[in-house]
């Protein structure tokens, strides 16, 4: 078993579907955060068989719970305080994502007009149906589990 | 400010008020014809159109207002790549009030955004047709007296027709309607139609595919035109172009009292022999898009009406058809 050591001060997002923790670190642009980031994938897990785990050695106030909440919202966020658990953080789907993802739909005006921010509102919160603000073309996050 | 993007900007009560203004305006047009003295509408049309542009011109001018603008992306500051944030922004200090139409789906969204004068969506693409669709709520309300408690057909291209499409998400609003949906299977409604409006919603509705079966049922007959330009393939438009035809032979197993409604340009889709028969509205149609689309002008531009006077009420407000 591959040892990674606590963290003092940070959070720690469990049950993050295995082989998506590198699209997170991107998405919740932890690489230009200066701090350790610890990656774990494919670690053993009696709930999902495997997952991915991040560690992060900053205040949680640099994590973005809407960005989070909108790639996957079952991901567990531990707040971490001298090396224990004091807060479970609860992930909802975001009423509305800004600048995550883009319009597909080649007759959106944001397809000529690039200075336009990318805003989806979430539409359907059970079928977790996003659509485009300007076309309403929808958008279904087929990457979660 | 108000603007008007969707159809469904508008409650059903600011609707109510919104058609009965409309048919205020029908019968008292002198009563409206300086309604707008001084008032400018900027027509800035970026895709070529005619009826939408011309009705929206002859209902300002009906009003006494004045109307600048242009007709194609060509002849505008696009072709010099101007984003339409920057135009809004300019037209902004010409005009009082725009209509827009735009081949990309959002513009007139993103200019609402950024103008300080009320802009109407005048079509986005294959997205939203507001105002054809307030002009299909104000006929159909108009000749039958009502918008609830009625069969309605629609005919034809039933998946990329936005005039359709706009058109269900208005009349479900209204209690008693029971939809008929006619279309070759390629045409079919979209699924989020389906499922998600119409039956998410407990709507009444059936599909069929010949116009004979449903004729004798339907007190509205919305005919639409399979649309050449959203057709990737030639011969897939060439099979289904001329798919339904209305005659009058197929009018004699309607109703005495069904109207037919087109949103126009017509192809050949009804038969020119149908156009005398007394249920053809599609023209009268037209001129209820003027009307309602001054009493839209004057709502946005939050024109008190209440004081105008009826002294010129005899005098023609504009032509009617």
């Known amino acids: 078993m591959l040892n990674i050591s606590g963290i003092q001060e940070g959070f720690v997002l469990d049950h993050i579907q295995a082989g998506m923790s590198l699209r997170l670190y991107h998405d919740l642009k932890l690489d230009r955060l200066d701090c350790s980031v610890a990656i774990i994938k494919n670690a053993r897990s009696n709930k999902m068989g495997k997952k991915d785990i991040l560690k992060v050695e900053c205040p949680v106030e640099a994590l973005d719970l809407d960005i989070l909440g909108f790639i996957d919202h079952n991901i567990t966020v531990n707040v971490i305080k001298d090396s224990k658990i004091v807060e479970k953080k609860e992930l909802r789907l975001p009423k509305m994502v800004k600048n995550v993802i883009s319009c597909k739909n080649p007759r959106c005006i944001t397809s000529i007009e690039q200075e336009l921010d990318q805003i989806f509102i979430l539409t359907d919160e059970k079928k977790e149906i996003y659509r485009c603000k300007y076309c309403e073309e929808k958008f279904r996050n087929t990457k979660k589990r | 400010m108000r603007h008007l993007m969707s159809p469904l900007d508008f409650s059903v009560d600011e609707l109510d008020r919104l058609l009965d203004l409309a048919n205020d305006i029908e019968k008292h047009p002198g009563k409206y014809k300086h309604a707008c003295d001084g008032k400018k509408l900027a027509a800035c049309f970026y895709e070529p159109s005619t009826r ?63 103008s300080r004068i009320p802009v109407i969506n005048a079509g986005d693409g294959g997205h939203q047709h507001p105002t054809q669709t307030l002009t299909d709520l104000l006929t159909i309300r108009s000749l039958k007296g ?31 309607i029971h939809f008929v949906l006619i279309s070759p299977e390629e045409l079919r409604i979209p699924s989020y139609i389906r499922e998600d409006v119409l039956r998410a919603g407990n709507i009444p509705f059936e599909e069929v595919e010949r116009l004979e079966d449903a004729m004798p049922q339907l007190d509205i007959l ?72 001054m009493a839209l002008i004057l709502t946005l531009l939050e024109i008190d009406t209440s004081t105008l006077s009826y002294a010129d009420k005899e005098s023609t407000g504009g032509t009617q058809c």
């Open chain 2, 52 to 114: 939408t542009r011309l009705s929206f011109e002859a209902a300002m001018l009906n009003l006494g207002g004045s109307v600048l603008g242009f007709s194609s992306a060509d002849s505008s500051s696009a072709a010099k790549g101007e984003s339409v944030s920057d135009t809004i922004r300019v037209i902004s200090c010409y005009a009082d009030i725009c209509a827009m139409r735009h081949p990309k789906e959002g513009a007139p969204l993103v200019a609402s955004q950024k």
């Open chain 2, 146 to 176: 009502s918008l609830s408690d009625m069969t309605i057909g629609l005919c034809g291209d039933l998946k990329f027709g936005r005039t359709v499409h706009s058109l269900i998400n208005a009349l479900i609003r209204y209690p008693g």
């Open chain 2, 222 to 293: 919305y005919m639409t035109r399979v649309q050449k330009e959203r057709f990737f393939n030639e011969e897939d438009y060439i099979r289904l172009k001329d798919f339904y035809i209305l005659t009058k032979s197929k009018m004699d197993l309607a109703k005495e009292d069904m109207l037919i409604l087109h949103p126009l340009p017509r192809v050949n889709e009804i038969s020119i022999e149908v156009d005398d028969d007394p249920r053809a509205a599609y023209f009268r149609q037209v001129q209820y898009g003027v009307y309602v689309r």
